[in-house]
């Protein structure tokens, strides 16, 4: 069956520290979407990278890099040179071929707060 | 990619009343997809809403419970009918990017309801 997990319920660190929010699946599909959103305080959840499985090669985008490793059903999300801005919930999803119906499985979410 | 506009962003309710929450989306879209967020939970799917027919619910759910309207391309209603404070939860309205790839949602602000 289709999983997204998120270890991490809530993780702290101090500004500028770098920090990782782990994600692992479980889907049999061989054809998926992974993907990452934030909620930060003010609720709207922000869209921040897609990724399909046939493509394994790592992203950075600024202050943010994702690792996908299908070996360890892992997606990874890292945050460098952490800001209070970052400070959200951020979540952790999965979409199958299969479903015709955008049915996304979410993980239940990492918190992360950042102090200044 | 769309914006979406949700009313209202937060409400508090009796138990036993009724609420309809309004989603506008500024583009024409094929379909929209309602989300609960139960307090410190992950994103449940409720249902695809389609213009021109009736809303395609996730187990759990059911149009008396969650009547829903989609009368044209850039409009639907979630209504939380006979509501109890079970029903405290933020509702998400949302919609497929298109720009950003399949199966990327766009998201509103959501419309945080206490019931008391």
């Known amino acids: 069956a289709q999983k997204v997990t998120q270890a991490q319920t809530e993780i702290s660190v101090v500004e500028k520290e770098d920090v990782t929010l782990d994600c692992v699946y479980e889907?049999?599909?061989?054809?998926?979407?992974l993907f990452w959103y934030k909620q930060p305080p003010s609720g709207e959840l922000v869209f921040l990278i897609r990724?399909?499985?046939?493509d394994e090669q790592n992203e950075i985008s600024g202050r943010y890099s994702w690792n996908f490793q299908k070996s360890t059903s892992s997606f990874n999300f890292t945050i460098t040179a952490s800001q209070v801005v970052d400070s959200a919930v951020y979540f952790c999803?999965?979409?199958?071929?299969?479903?015709?119906?955008?049915?996304?499985?979410w993980g239940a979410g990492t918190k992360l707060i950042i102090k200044p | 990619s769309a914006v979406i506009s949700q009313k209202p962003s937060r409400d508090i309710c009796q138990r036993g009343t009724s609420l309809t929450i309004q989603c506008q989306v500024d583009?024409?879209?094929?379909?929209m997809f309602w989300y609960r967020q139960q307090p410190g939970q992950s994103l449940t799917l409720i249902a695809t809403?389609?213009?021109?027919?009736?809303?395609?619910?996730e187990s759990g759910f059911v149009i008396d419970k969650f009547p829903i309207s989609r009368p044209n391309l850039t409009f639907s209603t979630l209504t939380v009918s006979n509501m109890s404070p079970e029903d405290s939860s933020i509702y998400l309205c949302?919609?497929?990017?298109?720009?950003?790839?399949?199966?990327?949602?766009?998201f509103g602000a959501g419309s945080r309801l206490t019931v008391l």
């Open positions: 949302s919609v497929e990017d298109e720009s950003a790839g399949a199966n990327v949602l766009t």
């Open positions: 583009s024409q879209v094929t379909m």
């Open positions: 809403a389609n213009q021109g027919s009736e809303a395609t619910y």
């Open positions: 889907t049999r599909d061989t054809t998926y979407y």
């Open positions: 990724r399909n499985s046939f």
């Open positions: 999803a999965l979409s199958e071929a299969l479903h015709s119906n955008y049915q996304l499985i």
